[in-house]
């Protein structure tokens, strides 16, 4: 399977703050891989970088084969780029900026751009700077439609989205990307409708790469469990279990083990514990369950 | 896609080129108005001899204005590229980053060009209706320093505009400013004619300082 996108042992600080040491991932044709993380992991840093708009402190990135910092006019066209905040040229109507837009792209499909822009209550002459976020987020997904690109790079799509909007957005790149084969990679701090759109998932904590998985693989194995009680429960910090914290009695721990093999290791040294219970999670609660709530 | 290119630093640009062509206009007719009225006021003999004997200037009106105008057509195309950086977009199209600057900046230049050769072939006929030939040319070698001045105003603004770090910004400013100060030291017509070739060959180079910005920018330099 192709590898569209590869990053190799990226470390980059930001001053002395340092954001990655060795980062390293690849996303094969077809996929669409979830880049999550608190804000301040480092997300958008590697949007940058893998557009060549940041030079990280070591390591490379290659999209399509090509370097980041020497991608040719021919893959760029090959790549979809949506800003944070869905930034777009403000100052054209919605006209106006397809008509931009068209002229760069041989494949250019106007009438992707039209069709989305439809279900919006706008005027081919408003002005995007007079747009909702949400608005200016259809804009955005249109835009990218319509060049049809092999590869939607988008950060933070859902910031700012209201409900709807979010949903609308994740319908339509879900659709876009399984029915054409394409690759999205993507990054969020809004974990809710992430479940139903990424097939793989990397998690990002402070300074390194927490996890890189399947989301359904996430989904099916990682629990949350609960349980009571008086003392302090054994090894609760030997790399299986996260985030274990309690409330008084009440404890509460996550871990991709069976639920058997929670309780030999909580209770190892003749620690007591009573009403074990396991839980599934959606996304955001293994997000929350990875990540910790601080 | 050149044509695309243009249409983009149109929509953005065209409102102060509007307002540059009609502070322009207003000028240069003022200036003539101010000539024709020196003529019925001093005399035509006095008024002349003020030109010859003492280099006094008829068109001084315009000194600062192709400086102005320069830099707010600078500003107009670049500081909504640069406002949350935008230009990554406009990097990101499918064209060679450094002729995609060349062409937003060729759109600048064409604009400023056209602006100063209307003003300048409008001075010349103006100045040849009401003095000879020779005072004629005398007073228009002492516009082309400022209109050159107006070209590196617009490419020396571009160079901070792009420039990614405010701090720097404010250091370019002043090697800048003083950069620019060399195109209008004199107003004394003709004064530079021995080093006009300097000047445009430093507005060429300017070019490079542009670059310089966006290397900078394409680093990621916070």
């Known amino acids: ?294 | 896609m050149i044509k695309s290119i243009f249409y983009k630093e149109w929509i953005k640009s065209r409102w102060v080129l509007l307002v540059i062509a009609g502070v322009f206009t207003s000028v240069l007719a003022y200036s003539f108005m101010n000539i024709s009225n020196n003529f019925r006021v001093s005399g035509v003999n006095e008024y002349w001899e003020l030109i010859v004997q003492k280099g006094i200037s008829s068109m001084g009106y315009i000194k600062y204005l192709p400086l102005l105008s320069g830099m707010l057509l600078a500003i107009a195309q670049f500081v909504p590229e640069i406002t949350n950086k935008r230009l990554k977009l406009t990097l990101h199209l499918p064209m060679a980053e450094s002729k995609m600057i060349l062409f937003m900046l060729g759109f600048g230049i064409i604009c400023l060009s056209m602006l100063f050769s209307v003003t300048y072939l409008t001075t010349a006929i103006g100045m040849n209706l009401y003095f000879c030939k020779e005072i004629a040319c005398w007073n228009l070698s002492e516009i082309y320093p400022w209109l050159c001045g107006g070209i590196a105003s617009y490419l020396l603004s571009v160079w901070i505009c792009l420039e990614p770090v405010w701090k720097q910004r404010v250091l370019m400013g002043f090697p800048g400013l003083c950069a620019i100060a060399l195109f209008y030291f004199d107003e004394m017509p003709g004064a530079y004619a021995p080093f006009i070739g300097y000047l445009i060959a430093f507005v060429v180079l300017s070019l490079a300082f542009v670059f310089h910005s966006l290397v900078r920018f394409k680093d990621g330099e916070q």
């Open chain 1, 1 to 294: 399977m192709e590898m569209i996108i590869r990053c190799e042992n990226i470390t980059h600080y930001y001053g002395n703050r340092l954001i990655y040491e060795n980062l390293s991932f690849e996303v094969p044709q077809g996929k669409i891989l979830g880049l999550l993380g608190k804000n301040g992991t480092g997300k958008t840093t590697i949007i940058n970088i893998l557009n060549g708009y940041l030079k990280p402190r070591s390591g490379s990135c290659s999209l399509f084969g090509e370097k980041m910092e020497e991608l040719t006019p021919q893959t760029k066209a090959r790549v979809g780029l949506l800003l944070e905040g869905h930034i777009q040229h403000s100052y054209f109507n919605v006209k106006q900026i397809e008509k931009f837009y068209s002229r760069f792209f041989p494949n250019w499909k106007k009438e992707a751009y039209y069709e989305l822009l439809r279900k919006l209550k706008v005027s081919e002459t408003q002005k995007i700077s007079t747009m909702s976020c949400g608005q200016r987020s259809q804009v955005a997904l249109g835009l990218l439609f319509a060049q049809d690109p092999d590869l939607m790079i988008l950060d933070d799509f859902s910031m700012g989205l209201d409900p709807g909007y979010r949903r609308l957005f994740v319908e339509y790149l879900k659709e876009f990307a399984s029915a054409e084969n394409k690759t999205v990679f993507l990054t969020s701090h809004i974990i809710q409708d992430m479940e139903m759109l990424i097939d793989d998932c990397i998690i990002m904590d402070y300074g390194r790469l927490l996890l890189h998985k399947p989301t359904k693989e996430i989904l099916d194995n990682f629990h949350r469990f609960r349980f009571t009680c008086e003392t302090t429960p054994a090894d609760t910090s030997n790399g299986t279990l996260w985030n274990t914290g309690h409330i008084g009695s009440s404890w509460e721990t996550y871990s991709f083990l069976p639920k058997e093999e929670v309780t030999q290791l909580l209770t190892r040294n003749g620690v007591s514990i009573s009403n074990l219970e396991q839980d599934s999670l959606s996304l955001e609660d293994a997000f929350i369950g990875l990540t910790g709530k601080y």
